[in-house]
């Protein structure tokens, strides 16, 4: 690990001082070499155009999460056909900087569309189309992703039982192994993911998201990685994020920290009182660096950051005019934050 960090640093810092101009930490390693398991950011293709997201990506980061262009709503036309130009682009550009792929999300209760939605009268053939779907997309990338997001956010926000959704109103709690095995068939090598958030925040979630784990197992569904999503707030109860990670990983499953972001608004319940929140962001994010590296190194499977800099967090791209979040670990010019320096220190 040292070694390669060590390799990386000098290019790192070129390339930082070159694009961020005077913010840039010009001693700053990239941050994946404070990593065994790869560091993950999420991306989209219309962020290529800016040669800053590109500089620092490229650096810092082991693997791009395509924030939105995996997913059925961009896939999945009304007609059953499918797009795959931004998916193409984003493995593309992965590979130009020899990064990896992580594929997010197959099935998800938020996005159905109008395709299923016209075939829901017919169970047969709505669950032949879905079968027929999460081959096709998981086959198209037949080893040249990292892992897939199979079913995304199944568990009740109250943790009560698994959310209603078309998939599950169709075809019912079956739905869930079924587009496990359905992966599975078309990229038998590929890591299959069960992913949700608000599992440190609301423990009758994780623990009813461990019971959904638990069933999987002991119907032999290919489940190989547990990815809790870390959308924190900074006011986030102290311990639930070790406690979290240590119950996952009971199960002896990898584990995908996977859309890392520590909001202050959500702290601060949209007051612009940020500044009491500052410290205990930073406690947070250190925190979750102890909870990581207390893990076993074999079920690391990685961790990822839900954007590269607090302008490009879906926080302040979907409340825009309002007052913004600070929830990322680089700032709007393209410099570390001290979030990003207590992280790196923290994993060290
Ligand atoms: O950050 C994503 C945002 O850009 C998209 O508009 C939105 C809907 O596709 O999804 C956001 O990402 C979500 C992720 O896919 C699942 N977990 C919660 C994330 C934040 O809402």
């Known amino acids: 690990m040292i070694d390669r960090r060590a390799a990386l640093t000098g290019l790192s810092a070129a390339i930082l ?3 961020t101009g005077e913010a840039a930490t010009t001693d700053a390693a990239p941050l994946k070499s404070f990593l065994t398991a790869p560091l993950g950011v999420a991306a989209m293709t219309a962020e290529f155009a800016d040669p800053q997201w590109q500089a620092l990506t490229a650096t810092h980061f082991d693997r791009l999460t395509p924030e939105w262009e995996m997913k059925m709503e961009y896939i999945l036309q009304s007609d059953g056909s499918h797009r795959f130009e931004a998916p193409d682009r984003l493995l593309r550009q992965a590979k130009l900087n020899r990064q990896g792929i992580f594929g997010h999300a197959l099935v998800w209760y938020a996005q159905d ?12 053939r709505f669950e032949a189309a879905y079968r027929a779907y999460v081959q096709a997309v998981v086959g198209r990338y037949t080893g040249q992703v990292d892992g897939w997001d199979v079913v995304n956010e199944p568990i009740l926000d109250d943790g009560s039982g698994l959310r209603n959704c078309l998939w599950r109103d169709v075809l019912g709690d079956y739905y869930i192994d079924i587009a496990y095995h359905a992966a599975h068939g078309a990229d038998p090598a590929c890591p299959l993911v069960l992913n949700d958030y608000n599992l440190e925040h609301t423990p009758a979630k994780r623990r009813q998201f461990l019971k959904l784990v638990d069933d999987m197992q002991k119907r032999g569904v290919p489940l190989h990685v547990l990815g809790t999503q870390t959308h924190i707030s900074a006011a986030l109860e102290p311990g639930a994020l070790k406690a979290t990670l240590r119950d996952l990983a009971a199960t002896g499953l990898k584990i995908h920290v996977s859309e890392v972001d520590v909001s202050l608004k959500e702290a601060a319940k949209n007051a612009f009182d940020f500044k009491s929140y500052r410290a205990q962001q930073i406690r947070q994010i250190e ?9 076993p190194v074999a079920q690391q499977y990685g961790i990822t950051i839900w954007g590269l800099r ?12 309002l007052l913004a979040d600070e929830p ?10 001290p979030l990003g320096q207590a992280f790196v220190k923290a994993l060290r």
């Not at 299923?116 to 009268?121: E, K």
């Not at 925190?287 to 893990?295: G, M, R, T």
Request: glycine share 6%; aromatic share 14%.
């Open 17 to 19: 001082s070159s694009c």
């Open 113 to 124: 569309g109008a395709y299923f939605q016209n075939l829901r009268s017919d169970k047969a």
């Open 287 to 295: 925190e979750l660096a102890e909870a990581w590296l207390s893990l």
């Open 310 to 321: 607090d302008k490009d967090s879906w926080y302040n791209r979907s409340q825009k005019g």
């Open 328 to 337: 990322l670990l680089f700032d709007d010019t393209g410099a570390l934050k």
